[in-house]
């Protein structure tokens, strides 16, 4: 039944008394509805307008986008709000949802900041997300989360390798620095609290990383940290203005005696993967690995082939024409003369593995063979002293001891390294310089340097 008219104008379908301009009223619980049907090619809708303006919502099926119901301002095909598919995907702001909620643009939960929980189920957790708003506190996996963020279960961080300089972003989080030396930027400081980097060596060479704090800024109070050794690693953090080491991994320093300046001596391994050998990162009596073939702080003692550690390797020991009658002089002088043996009668066995009678070396560590000392040399890019300063050991031009007069020679432009390897009444050395490299023999009262193989 359809009523019309009255003071108020309002229309009634089903009721002689409507409440509303249009009032739908029916007892059949499946005739209760309003249809709108397009018959040709336009859009069943409903506008919602104020006064003889352009509507200011529009809501019905869009027939040109397949048939897809929606809500707009001002038409359905133009700034659409809301759309719901034929497969059930509802967009907002989003007329090709493809996923049941497909939300472009930002979304605010609770925004009354009452204590509103909210959660995200999962196929086999009720709380796989959950938003404690009493306790303002978020768990994974979790219905009570016992910290501001609780995660139960594993946490994946995203691994960046890198093999040259590189500026970090927000795209990195661990980074794993091969290949070097180069330098790692860290971002400015100021845009970056709470900022946590994992940066890690992982050279085999064990080549120099600078880690460098951007300008001014810091790690530690310094503008530039080194990972100087293979596997040496930081976890450092941002504090809006400079950076701060919360974690460091090093493998630890080895320790054995004392320097000539009373110091004590320590060093790390260092591996060849070419060759498959540890060695000592440093010459014996070296205050650190080599930075440049002519870093005299990497240049370390000059032995005399044979002789154990009693002062006479020291660069500027007292020297003595006086020939030692037995393994042990008893003294710290070089012994020259001219002579081709410190020692007046020969032994061989001196320098012979861990266990010979004069080894030098630390324990575990002894002088390499000439075929060890040999098979460096030939993995190196190139022959010659610019080789062996790149190869993986640092090796440094740092000399010899003259065995006429103890005089130091060839410093800053050769380097020479003896062998436990004897050749008759002398014995094997690795010789090089800017042009060259190769292994010789000389007398054993020569003072060279001596680089400890890990045995």
Not at 37 to 56: C, E, H, L, R, W
Not at 223 to 231: C, E, F, I, K, P
Request: aromatic share 8%.
């Amino acid at each position: 039944m359809f009523y019309g008219g009255g003071v108020n104008a309002q229309v009634g379908i089903g009721t002689t008394s409507p409440s509303n301009d249009l009032d739908v009223e029916s007892g059949d619980p499946t005739k209760t509805a309003i249809e709108i049907n397009n018959t040709s090619t336009g859009d069943p809708k409903i506008n919602f307008q104020f006064g003889v303006s352009a509507p200011t919502f529009s809501m019905g099926i869009d027939n040109s986008d397949a048939d897809k119901f929606k809500i707009g301002t001002s038409a359905l095909e133009t700034s659409t709000r809301l759309t719901i598919d034929a497969s059930g995907n509802c967009g907002i702001n989003n007329s090709s949802p493809t996923a049941t909620l497909d939300v472009d643009g930002s979304a605010i939960f609770n925004e009354s900041s009452n204590a509103r929980d909210f959660r995200i189920e999962s196929d086999a957790n009720t709380h796989h997300f959950y938003v404690d708003g009493t306790n303002n506190e978020i768990g994974v996996n979790t219905s009570t989360p016992a910290s501001t963020l609780d995660i139960q279960g594993s946490l994946g961080l995203k691994v960046t390798p890198i093999t040259a300089a590189t500026t970090l972003n927000q795209t990195h989080n661990v980074v794993l620095c091969n290949t070097g030396p180069y330098t790692v930027t860290l971002p400015a400081a100021a845009s970056n609290t709470g900022k946590v980097y994992y940066i890690k060596n992982i050279d085999a060479q064990g080549d120099i990383i600078t880690i460098d704090g951007n300008a001014s800024e810091t790690i530690d109070g310094i503008t530039t940290y080194l990972l100087n050794v293979r596997n040496h690693a930081l976890r450092i953090i941002c504090d809006g203005s400079n950076w701060h080491i919360l974690e460091e991994y090093k493998i630890s320093e080895q320790s054995g005696g004392t320097k000539c300046d009373g110091s004590l001596f320590t060093w790390n391994d260092v591996f060849n993967p070419t060759t498959g050998k540890s060695w000592m990162d440093r010459n014996l009596g070296a205050t650190q690995v080599a930075t440049s073939s002519v870093d005299a702080n990497s240049y370390g003692d000059l032995y005399q082939w044979g002789r154990l550690k009693d002062g006479h390797q020291c660069r500027t020991s007292s020297t003595t024409a006086t020939q030692s009658s037995t393994d042990v002089p008893g003294n710290a002088n070089f012994i020259t003369a001219g002579s081709t043996n410190w020692r007046s009668t020969t032994n061989d066995n001196l320098w012979q593995g861990v266990s010979g009678v004069n080894n030098p070396c630390p324990s575990g560590y002894r002088l390499p063979t000439e075929t060890e000392l040999n098979a460096e040399r030939t993995s190196w890019s190139t022959n010659n002293a610019a080789g062996a300063f790149a190869s993986p050991l640092k090796f440094s031009m740092a000399g010899g001891r003259n065995k006429i007069d103890g005089s130091l020679y060839v410093v800053d432009t050769g380097g020479r390294y003896w062998t436990s390897t004897v050749s008759s009444t002398n014995s094997q050395y690795l010789d090089y310089d800017s042009g060259s490299a190769s292994l010789i023999n000389d007398n054993r009262s020569a003072g060279f340097s001596v680089r400890c193989i890990k045995n």
